[in-house]
């Protein structure tokens, strides 16, 4: 449950799936097996909580959704409160399942441990906040805070912590990171340029004109509409997807009767799970990268968790109110 909603945050205040396989994988993926996890089951969890988070704020997906639609972000980010609850909460329900079927020791809570472990984290808590409040503020940039970051947690390191050395530690670290990120990049480039063939081959307008001539009911499109998303999220990043898709769907849903808002939830919900959806979700071979393991391994760790993430968008996509209570309970 912590690495979940841990991996949750991040991604809602990065905005982007993999970058959060690789900064928390490497962290969370040990301390997972460590408390006796198993190891597919770790694979599992690490590599489709990567894509949670996407509807809570200040998720830059549901912003771009916004842009491009012309639906009210701030309706949005209500909006995307319940549904992101529950695509976190249904897994962490089944991990909370699993812990119990494998009798895995479970420590009574320590408000002292607690307290200690607080006054340990104290330079690294204000963290994700500092970081909101540079961008948000227009201090910096996202990829300046990205440097500010790096240069505040190297100086912890050697100058707070001691625990490197600018001399023999830090590069040998720079060049282990430059080595699993230029890997990372390979996969990323290979997906982009992708990406750039299909919209140039008009290959999402093609499949969309293809299925739109199979629907004639607003469930029918919706069921339609799911498996699209779900196959466009596994060959495009999100904000490609986004930028390309919103456009040809938006006209359709709202002659369906869909509400924008409503769909902006859908559309982010499928579009997280088609980069776990095998064969070529984007976040199954970051995952195989950051854990070295063989992707088809990855297959069949992601299997579970992608069934429950999949009975979590038919609630999503099929229950309206899940997503427009909270807009309409707050609406002037």
């Known amino acids: 449950m912590v690495a979940l909603v841990t991996c949750a945050f991040f991604t809602a205040v990065t905005g982007a799936t993999g970058i959060t396989i690789i900064a928390l994988g490497g962290l969370l993926f040990p301390a997972l097996m460590s408390e006796k996890y ?175 001539g199979m629907v004639d009911s607003r469930v029918g499109f919706l069921v339609i509409l799911n498996l699209f998303l779900i196959l466009v999220g596994c060959m495009m990043d999100i904000f490609s997807a986004l930028l390309v898709v919103v456009p040809l769907v938006y006209p359709l849903a709202t002659r369906f009767g869909i509400d924008p808002i409503h769909l902006g939830i859908i559309f982010l919900a499928n579009l997280g799970i088609g980069y776990n959806t095998p064969p070529v979700g984007l976040n199954l071979f970051i995952a195989s990268s950051r854990f070295e393991k063989p992707v088809v391994k990855l297959y069949k760790a992601t299997l579970p968790f992608l069934v429950l993430l999949l009975l979590s968008l038919v609630l999503i996509t099929y229950w309206p109110s899940l997503s427009l209570f909270l807009p309409n309970l707050l609406k002037p």
Request: aromatic content about 12%.
């Open 38 to 212: 198993e190891e597919g089951f770790s694979l599992g969890l690490m590599t489709i909580s990567g894509s949670l988070g996407l509807h809570f704020p200040p998720s830059l997906p549901i912003i771009l959704f916004g842009f491009v639609s012309g639906a009210s972000i701030e309706r949005l980010f209500m909006a995307g409160l319940l549904p992101g609850i529950l695509m976190v909460g249904i897994p962490c329900v089944f991990s909370v399942y699993m812990g119990k079927k494998w009798r895995l020791e479970r420590p009574p809570f320590s408000v002292k441990e607690f307290l200690s472990a607080l006054r340990e984290a104290a330079w690294e808590i204000p963290i994700p906040f500092l970081i909101l409040a540079g961008i948000y503020s227009g201090f910096s940039t996202a990829t300046e805070a990205a440097a500010l970051t790096a240069v505040y947690v190297l100086f912890l390191k050697v100058l707070v912590f001691r625990e490197l050395t600018l001399s023999r530690d830090v590069p040998r670290i720079m060049i282990a990171s430059m080595k699993m990120v230029g890997a990372i990049m390979i996969i990323l480039g290979a997906a982009l340029g992708f990406t750039n063939y299909l919209v140039d081959a008009f290959i999402p307008m093609k499949i969309l004109a293809f299925m739109e």
